[in-house]
């Protein structure tokens, strides 16, 4: 499904902005870097949003709505 794999590609963007974000606080004097990395931070989330509502609006047995709805929140959290 493409849209699964979209999906699972814009996480694994958030995850890589996070990890950066992570690394760069280490350093007091990356303020502005983080900043910027925040930034981005925020737009990637808003397009595993996007990934994500496309791919749980396809699905449509209860277990697998349930296990999307489930996956956002340990996501999002």
Partial sequence: ???KRARG???AV???KIKEITRLMADENN???VDNELREL???FRNFQAA???FHNQLSDEES???SAMY???ISS
Wanted: hydrophobic share 40%.
């Fill in 52 to 54: 994500h509502e496309a």
């Fill in 72 to 74: 956002y929140e340990l």
């Fill in 65 to 67: 709505i349930e296990e």
């Fill in 9 to 11: 590609n814009a996480k």
């Fill in 42 to 44: 925020k737009e990637a």
């Fill in 31 to 33: 303020v502005e870097l």
């Fill in 14 to 16: 958030v995850s890589r």
């Fill in 1 to 3: 499904m493409e849209t």
